[in-house]
């Protein structure tokens, strides 16, 4: 056997140096963030969640940050980093030298408190380095002092990318190294949940995942030409445990009566009125396989003077099924343009100089719009034209119908007839002095004793159940 030169056993040695790793690259990477106590306590296990935080209080989230390597190791970062929480709002942030939703980092070290709150599912902070450094705006911060303070050709917020804010000293930007805590649990939001309990939803604009599972099911209760409204079962009692989900056309597959097992979409406040945008959806497949008969329905809450005339008791319905019963269509009822700013039977129609539109700020169209609203007899044409809403009243109690699903009934043919019983889905609309509108499903849900309307007053469970819908029935207009 050959033995290795004393050259040759150099050489390999040296070979078996250019096996050693590199050394870690430097700077700043990510960082460790953690999420010690909530409210003072352990965190919730994920079999036990806190409840959905419906955004009406804060809670304390207590954390610990550290700066990290490419490779994990600890790196002695200085300065400010951005706290949030998502899903959720961080309203500000306890800690040595905290500023607003900022700490800083000493020695790449920090550790404070977080105010959060409007958090669900499965919740995080976020931790972030924006190169922000807030100083008062009194005391002229680099972002908002006129100058180019770091030479780039670029002068202060928001021209300056840079600056993160006006209020940031430092026209240099961040790394933008950004680092997640483990999850701390909380429940998906029900329906009331994402409804507020309130005018407004605690989510805006966040895409949520609802919680369907319960004692009762979330049932659908209308298929409109624009999506499907749905009501939660399980939380009757509560109120505000129903939502519109806006989705373009008609659901595909789906009928009045079925039972959801998913639901998701981005909440939004249109006009007052909380929808459920680019909805995601599953239906109870078993059901449907076999052909399981309708079962549960919520029963129409009657409505009087009472809860017309409390916003409060009318938002714990929005969305739901309602009924009004012995309500009377205005007589003041028609296309021809008012004379004298006085509407009568033939003249409701407010746009006066034929524009198409009643311009509110006009003396004089805005003068007739108000002496019709003032009138419980009097629904305004051009609305009604734009919208099909029209004027019903008992004794003084007013508020507005949309029986374009009863497509035999004209409103206008019988203007001054009572009603026998409406029934549909109560809508908001924030602009105008009548904020709500009942809105037929089908020809079942009007009853009259004349001509146009259903003769039998049906079940919850049989009322409006048509076959399942098959496809998008405004596909060619996409």
């Known amino acids: 056997m050959k033995r290795l030169s004393t050259a040759g056993l150099f050489f390999l040695l040296s070979l078996a140096g250019c096996t050693d790793e590199a050394p870690p690259l430097p700077g700043l990477s990510t960082f460790y963030v953690r999420v010690t106590k909530v409210n003072g306590s352990d ?34 970062k200085e300065g400010m980093v951005r706290v949030a929480v998502e899903p959720g709002v961080v309203a500000g942030v306890y800690g040595e030298g905290a500023m607003g939703r900022n700490i800083p980092l000493v020695d790449g070290k920090a550790k404070g408190t977080a105010r959060v709150t409007a958090m669900y599912g499965q919740a995080r902070l ?40 006006a209020d940031d000293d430092s026209e240099e930007g961040g790394t ?15 329906l009331n949940d994402i409804q507020g309990n309130g005018a407004t939803t605690p989510y805006p604009y966040e895409a949520v995942q609802i919680e369907t599972k319960g004692p009762l099911p979330v049932v659908v209760t209308r298929i409109a030409s624009d999506g499907f409204y749905v009501t939660d079962l399980s939380k009757q009692a509560e109120g505000y445990n129903h939502i519109f989900a806006f989705n373009f056309s008609a659901p595909v597959k789906m009928r009045v009566c079925d039972q959801l097992t998913y639901l998701s979409g981005t909440v939004v406040e249109f006009f007052g009125f909380t929808e459920l945008s680019f909805p995601s959806f599953k239906l109870d497949e078993q059901r449907i396989r076999d052909n399981a008969p309708c079962e549960l329905m919520p029963t129409p809450t009657l409505l ?53 539109q009643v311009d509110f700020e006009d003396d004089v169209e805005g003068a007739c719009s108000d002496n019709c609203a003032a009138d419980v007899n009097c629904t305004e044409w051009t609305s009604y034209a734009a919208r099909g809403n029209y004027k019903v009243f008992n004794g003084g109690t007013q508020i507005q119908i949309n029986t374009g699903t009863a497509a035999e009934f004209d409103p206008v043919a019988h203007k001054g007839e009572t009603l026998t019983a409406v029934t549909g889905t109560l809508r908001n609309f924030s602009g105008g002095s009548l904020n709500w509108t009942i809105e037929t499903r089908c020809p079942d849900d009007l009853l009259c004793p004349k001509s146009g309307c259903a003769k039998e007053d049906l079940a919850p469970i049989k009322a409006c159940i048509r076959p399942r819908t098959i496809g998008d029935a405004d596909q060619s207009t996409n």
């Not at 809670?59 to 490779?71: H, K, M």
């Not at 002229?140 to 600056?163: E, M, Q, T, V, Y």
Request: charged share 25%; with cysteine; proline share 11%.
């Open 176 to 190: 933008f190294a950004a680092g997640t805590s483990q999850p701390v649990y909380y429940s998906l939001p029900r």
């Open 43 to 76: 965190l919730p296990a994920s079999d036990s969640p806190r409840p959905a935080n419906k955004g009406d209080i804060e809670e304390l989230w207590d954390f610990e940050i550290e700066a990290r390597s490419p490779f994990g190791e600890p790196v002695t």
């Open 304 to 356: 009087d003077s009472m809860n017309i005339n409390d916003p409060k008791a009318m938002e714990k319905l929005e969305s739901s099924l309602v009924r009004i019963e012995g309500f009377t269509v205005g007589k003041i009822f028609g296309p021809k343009p008012v004379v004298n700013l006085i509407p009568d039977e033939d003249h409701s129609n407010c746009d006066l100089n034929g524009d198409g």
């Open 126 to 165: 976020w931790v972030e380095d924006l190169g922000y450094v807030p100083k008062p705006l009194a005391d002229k911060p680099r972002c908002s002092n006129g100058l180019d303070d770091n030479g780039d050709g670029l002068i202060d917020f928001p021209a300056d990318p840079g600056c993160a804010f």
